[in-house]
């Protein structure tokens, strides 16, 4: 029986968006987890931004293809995202007799913000005859207005799947859609989006640090904006960066992406020297707030009270999970595997 302050940080759930209860500090949280994990046949899935801590504790690590298709196929019967939101949301949409946690409802995304579903709504309706093509990171709501979901891995793909004879509009990533067209030659029309940490790298930094570092690779994400693309030596999603890494002889890495992912690079090349690409602002960081928003004492308290839970109603799951399942099938046929 759960004593009452307990019941009310519960009931202040929807206010915090995590469950706001004291963890004792003298708590092995990674025991507990694991313990929890058995118990209550639950599989945690982290992405490779989370905190170095979460992605060791995780069944599976990866970027959102590789996370959507281990959704699609685990056999637990609780699944706790430590990611974002959207993620949650899309396993609930694969998933939908399984409960779906995720430690911090507002664990959130500026990309995702960025591409309101009633606006764009609005948007697509200009454009009829055109098939929609949405980068993963988007809303429950924008996926229900989408053709085929696209991630970073296979968007290329994806994208040369559509017949050249119809038009497409891609959201909401205008930095991605604009690599898009670069690499396909495919004529198409762009949402205004964009991820607020893959916007705030410094050319002029970037130019200096490689001068200091002449022998280092430097990589990036294609969310990120054409002038530091264009400089960049390799670009990939976060799983393609990560085996970019692995086989490269290279001994220095200058890595423009949410430095999450160099904790997984230092583990597979511990040899090799990983340098966070540098931010346009004061500090020296390029974190991802929201993603950092989720920590070992919320997944713990999460685990333990399955709460915050994803909830999405039936017609949501219904429209939404189409445009997913024809990406996990084109992704499928072209050979990508999780």
């Known amino acids: 029986m759960m004593v009452m302050d307990e019941v009310t940080a519960i009931k202040s759930l929807n206010k915090k968006g ?8 003298t708590l092995d949280l990674v025991a507990e987890i694991n313990k929890l994990k058995k118990e ?3 599989i945690v899935l982290a992405h490779y931004y989370q905190e170095s801590e979460i992605q060791d504790v995780a069944d ?8 959507a298709q281990k959704a699609a196929s685990t056999e637990a019967e609780i699944i706790v995202f430590a990611g974002v939101h959207f993620m949650a949301e899309t396993a609930k949409m694969l998933n939908p007799n399984k409960k779906v946690l995720l430690p911090d409802l507002k664990a959130g995304c500026s990309l995702a913000d960025s591409c309101p579903a ?9 454009y009829p005859d055109h098939v929609v093509v949405s980068y993963i990171n988007c809303t429950a709501d924008l996926k229900t207005l989408t053709d085929i979901c696209c991630t970073s891995s296979n968007a290329e793909v994806i994208i040369n799947s559509v017949p050249k004879d119809k038009g497409i509009i891609f959201a909401p990533d ?3 859609g604009a690599y898009l067209k670069k ?13 607020m940490v893959h916007e705030i790298f410094s050319h002029e930094k970037i130019t200096k ?4 570092h002449p022998n280092a690779r430097f990589i990036a994400h294609p969310e990120c904006e054409a002038h530091i693309l264009e400089n960049a030596d390799f670009i990939g999603s976060t799983s393609q960066l990560l085996k970019y890494t692995k086989e490269n002889p290279a001994q220095e890495f200058i890595v423009a992406t949410e430095s999450g992912i160099i904790h997984q690079m230092q583990l597979a090349s511990p040899e090799k020297v990983f340098i966070p690409a540098p931010p346009n602002n004061t500090c020296a ?4 707030p929201h993603m950092k928003r989720n920590t070992m004492e919320k997944l713990y308290l999460c685990m333990k009270h399955e709460l915050p839970e994803i909830i999405l109603d039936p017609v949501t799951i219904e429209k939404g999970k189409v445009c997913i399942d024809r990406m996990l099938e084109i992704s499928a046929a072209a050979g990508f595997k999780a």
């Open 209 to 212: 640090l490689r001068v200091h």
């Open 118 to 126: 009633p606006l764009f709504k609005k948007f697509k309706e200009k």
């Open 40 to 42: 209550k046949n639950a």
């Open 285 to 288: 960081c390029n974190d991802c």
């Open 60 to 67: 599976y690590i990866g970027d959102s293809l590789g996370l």
């Open 183 to 195: 690499k396909t030659g495919r004529d198409m029309i762009l949402w205004n989006g964009a991820c």
């Open 18 to 25: 995590f469950l706001d209860l004291d963890v004792d500090p």
């Open 174 to 176: 205008k930095n991605l």
